[in-house]
């Protein structure tokens, strides 16, 4: 089946150090999407790539990165996790960006900082 | 600001009822909504998505209402089952980017 992969599923990682969550489609879709959802609370989107285009919400911090290697994959790196970061990463696609293109979301990541 | 808000209360309903959820929404002018579903621990489930010109959509023993007037939408589960608990959330296209509600957490008892 066509599908969002997500790994790993849970992930510890400790204060200030380096942690890299991962994405993959099976759907051949041209956007990806990162987002950060923390307890009830909506999902925020941090960014999105049109293909090979990046595109930075403003307020998402500098501690996070994207890189998206080929149209399959897409990583989000943290720099620096602080506590505040913990929270569950979902990483998302669609066939294009129309508001009319559903979007297809993995499992998530659930990051949990100590 | 932009705020799309949901009821963060939970709505516990009995089995076969019909659970209602609302949408409301602020200083937004959206040409079209997305209902989604959110399991515990898992990603969200794309539902409905229900166009401004469009005052209702079914799918199955789904419903979903759109008045632009009074910036809300609604979202029905008619004979409601247990299988249907979940936290349901409405999302709106703002600035080329999907923006989500918090949600609302149902819980069907049997």
């Known amino acids: 089946d066509a599908m969002v992969i997500q790994n790993p599923r849970y992930q510890v990682t400790q204060f200030g150090k380096p942690v890299t969550l991962s994405c993959s489609q099976t759907l051949n879709h041209n956007v990806m999407y990162w987002y950060q959802q923390k307890s009830s609370q909506a999902p925020k989107l941090l960014f999105h790539y049109y293909d090979k285009d990046f595109n930075n919400e403003a307020d998402t911090p500098d501690n996070f990165q994207s890189r998206r290697p080929n149209t399959s994959f897409c990583f989000l790196d943290i720099r620096s996790p602080g506590l505040g970061d913990a929270a569950m990463y979902l990483c998302?696609?669609?066939?294009?960006?129309?508001?009319?293109?559903?979007?297809?979301f993995g499992p998530g990541t659930r990051l949990t900082v100590l | 600001s932009q705020k799309i808000e949901q009821n963060s209360e939970a709505l516990n309903i009995q089995e076969g009822k019909t659970a209602t959820l609302t949408c409301n929404y602020t200083n937004y002018s959206p040409a079209y909504l997305q209902w989604y579903r959110q399991d515990p621990g898992r990603g969200p489930v794309f539902l409905l998505l229900?166009?401004?010109?469009?005052k209702e959509k079914r799918k199955e023993r789904l419903k979903v209402t759109f008045d632009t007037t009074l910036k809300q939408s609604l979202f029905h589960i008619t004979a409601s089952q247990p299988a249907d608990s979940a936290t349901y959330l409405c999302a709106l296209y703002s600035w080329g980017k999907l923006q989500f509600g918090a949600g609302t957490q149902v819980v069907v008892t049997p």
């Open positions: 229900i166009r401004e010109n469009e």
């Open positions: 998302a696609t669609s066939r294009t960006s129309s508001v009319t293109d559903t979007q297809y």
